[in-house]
Structure formats: structure tokens, C-alpha cells
């Protein structure tokens, strides 16, 4: 194992994209605290361009499903927790709950410039919420469920097929002094 690598999920291999200020990982999971101001965001409506949220991801190619499993303590706007599939910094996706006023579904896609879609999730803030994101050729779906309910598409978007990617759990603060995250039964299935 590499010595930049984080042995975390019952596997070997991770590797830390803007490591948080606080973090400690094992077989069952990962506990993050996201730093303060951090964010994933290209131009649209906002004008600025951030990269330095924090990704606990690994490489992967061709088609995948990962799911994961989490919990956070969210206080303040736009702090946000969930999963990236990347392949730079200008082309990926983020999907996860996020803080604005009420606790939403979030999924931001970027090409170059970010769009953002929310659902409201009210139940997010008593209940573990699980995310899936699968990649098949051009396209990621993102899925959600809280508690025992079935998983339910929010989104289908484009992603550049045949690029590898770096995929995982991230966590970002834009607004706040930052938060804890906890990420558990963290799953890939390779196609």
C-alpha cells in the first residue's frame, strides 16, 4: 500500500482528493469534519469557480454502481455530503444532501459549467440516507432512499464514457465553518 493511500471500506487503495482538516477511516466507514469554506462548483449563476471540497475516492473505468450509506451533522447553507464520480476538474458529478433551508436532494453535474437540481428531503434529518450512482457507457444514474423505502431515480446525466474515473464519498462546507460526516457500508459493483 502506498503510503498516500487510506485503507478504509474493508479495502485498500483510497486515496484523499483535498483531505478534510479531520477524518479517521476503517473497516466500517469513514468519519470526515469538512473544512470550512470548501466547495465543487464551475461559473453558473455564482461566477466562481471552487475545487477544494473533499473527495475520499479511487480510480475506476468502464461501468460501475457505488453505493454508500451516510449520516451528517449539517448546520449551516450549502454544507453537503454524498458521492462524486470525477474525471477532472471540469467534468464531473456530485450527488448527495444539502443544507438550504431545509434539507434537499441535491445532484450537480458539471461540464465545464455546474447545474444544480434539488429535491426536498425532509426525512434526511431522522434516517440514514443511501445514494447509488451507476455508470453505464455516457450516462450516471443517481438513486436515493431513506429507511426501508425503494431506491428512486432523480437524475440521469451525461458523463464522458470511456474516461476513468475517481469515485467516492465527498463532503463540502461552502458557506460554514464546516461539519461532520459519516459515510458507512460503502459498496462498488463492477460491471
Not at 27 to 41: E, I, K, M, Q, S
Request: hydrophobic share 40%; net charge negative; with cysteine.
Amino acid at each position: 500500500m502506498r503510503a498516500d493511500t487510506v485503507k478504509a471500506f474493508g479495502g485498500d487503495g483510497w486515496r484523499w482528493l483535498n483531505p478534510p482538516p479531520e477524518w479517521s477511516a476503517d473497516d466500517l466507514g469513514v468519519r470526515l469534519v469538512a473544512g470550512a469554506g470548501t466547495d465543487f462548483w464551475r461559473g453558473t449563476h455564482y461566477g466562481y469557480e471552487r475545487d477544494d471540497g473533499h473527495v475520499l475516492g479511487r480510480p475506476l473505468r468502464g461501468d460501475f454502481r457505488m453505493t454508500a450509506t451516510f449520516r451528517a451533522d449539517y448546520r449551516e447553507r450549502y454544507d453537503q455530503a454524498g458521492l462524486m464520480v470525477r474525471i477532472d476538474q471540469r467534468n464531473w458529478i456530485k450527488a448527495g444532501v444539502e443544507l438550504d433551508g431545509q434539507l434537499l436532494l441535491s445532484t450537480v453535474v458539471t461540464r465545464d459549467v455546474s447545474d444544480w437540481s434539488v429535491l426536498p428531503l425532509p426525512d434526511a434529518a431522522d434516517t440514514p440516507v443511501t445514494l447509488e450512482l451507476e455508470r453505464t457507457g455516457d450516462t450516471v444514474m443517481v438513486r436515493y432512499r431513506t429507511g426501508a423505502r425503494p431506491a428512486t431515480l432523480v437524475r440521469l446525466a451525461y458523463l464522458p464514457p470511456g474516461e476513468e474515473v475517481f469515485a467516492g464519498p465527498m463532503c463540502a462546507a461552502p458557506d460554514g465553518s464546516g461539519f461532520e460526516a459519516r459515510f458507512t457500508a460503502l459498496r462498488f459493483a463492477q460491471a
